[in-house]
């Protein structure tokens, strides 16, 4: 098999002796033993047996593995959430008196670990423009350890030339970890391009349907026994449901996404130029800022669209109160195509000043675009329109 997708799909927990052709779920929160040496050699580390969930799960292995599969890396450790799986990131490389170079245009949650929690801990950190890598360098101190970003960001969409982070990580000796929720690993890889770790919240595209919380941390091998140390001792595992889900989930996520990024794509040619939206943005659009490179580094644009409301703030929820279809959540890549307000919501506790310096203006959208029909979709957005 060359192509992953059929890799990924043929890659599963060994059948037992029930010959079942879907995988079994392990429930269990322990394992046994035949014997004591057995057992004395699986705690000594000179065996790959598992022991008990918190370390180490068939379920949540199968869906670690499928992911490596996907990205292209040699190992991975998966998490009960996204934030989780940043976290165990952040604190598995970074000690007191380190340095961490992040975009400034980040997740609401990870801006708040990056500039409340970390600081505890004795770790600084610097922010840094996505649309602009030139200006990169100029961040960079002695103690830098990590560079941090997103790729397509949260929410703006910015998009980051990954090869222009990997070269400046090179001169200076840096880390360089992406998270890589809103593209997916079908539709962008950066291990390809020089990334060192690589993190998903696998609460959104890659369960695709709104149903469980998972995050997953991948890398090199010698980095993801770090993060395998550091969550093994303080918990944030996987549970092994959620593992089954995710990994069934697996399966159907280059066929899901082709169609939620050919949703959006028509979404974004439709939308653009409507009297009422001061910008559409989307990285296959050619007027995107960072169109080539896009182009250069992802497959399609995802399957998310961000528009300007003229009428800010106000126009903003008026428009959300007049949807019929699209559903009001905090989640995105679902099947069901869901609209936000990020001003007012996941980026509301931040200052004005801080969400119009990563592009979070008054009266922007973003749609994480569904499965539905795209004329469906389509409809209900230009009816909310109309009445906003």
Not at 153 to 181: F, H, M, S, W
Not at 272 to 280: D, M, Q
Request: net charge negative; proline share 4%.
């Amino acid at each position: 098999m060359k192509h992953p997708i059929s890799k990924l799909i043929r890659t599963q927990i060994e059948r037992t002796n029930e010959m079942e052709h879907s995988q079994p779920m392990y429930l269990t929160s322990s394992f046994c033993f035949d014997n004591a040496e057995d057992m004395r050699a699986a705690f000594a580390d000179e065996t790959e047996d598992n022991i008990y969930s918190r370390f180490s799960n068939p379920n949540v292995q199968e869906f670690v593995d499928r992911m490596c599969t996907l990205e292209g890396t040699e190992a991975g450790f998966a998490t009960a959430s996204g934030m989780s799986a940043i976290f165990a990131s952040f604190m598995s490389f970074l000690k007191q008196g380190d340095h961490l170079l992040a975009c400034r245009s980040i997740f609401g949650s990870t801006h708040t670990v990056i500039t409340k929690y970390l600081p505890k801990y004795g770790i600084e950190h610097s922010y840094a423009d996505a649309g602009d890598i030139s200006s990169w360098e100029a961040a960079i101190k002695p103690n830098t350890k990590m560079i941090y970003l997103e790729t397509p960001t949260n929410p703006a969409l910015e998009i980051i030339d990954l090869e222009a982070v990997r070269k400046l990580a090179d001169k200076y000796g840096l880390l360089v970890n992406v998270d890589n929720c809103f593209a997916t690993p079908v539709n962008q890889q950066p291990a390809a391009w020089g990334a060192d770790l690589v993190i998903h919240s696998a609460t959104k595209w890659l369960d695709g349907q709104g149903r469980v919380l998972g995050g997953v941390v991948l890398g090199k091998k010698e980095l993801i026994k770090e993060v395998y140390l550091f969550c093994r001792s303080t918990g944030p595992s996987l549970s092994p449901f959620n593992a089954w889900i995710l990994s069934k989930s697996l399966e159907t996520l280059e066929v899901r996404m082709d169609r939620h990024a050919s949703n959006a794509m028509y979404l974004a040619e439709q939308l653009s130029g409507h009297p009422k939206l001061s910008w559409v943005k989307y990285p296959f659009l050619p007027n995107h800022p960072q169109y080539a490179i896009a182009q250069k580094q992802m497959q399609n644009g995802g399957g998310i669209v961000c528009f300007e409301l003229n009428g800010g703030v106000e126009a903003g929820r008026k428009f959300l109160n007049n949807l019929k279809m699209l559903s009001l959540s905090a989640n995105l890549g679902d099947t069901r195509s869901i609209a936000s307000h990020p001003a007012s919501t996941t980026h509301g506790k931040l200052t004005e000043a801080e969400r119009m310096a990563v592009g979070i203006s008054p009266g922007l959208i973003r749609i994480s675009v569904g499965l539905e029909n795209k004329q469906d979709i389509l409809e209900d957005i230009l009816q909310a329109l109309e009445l906003s």
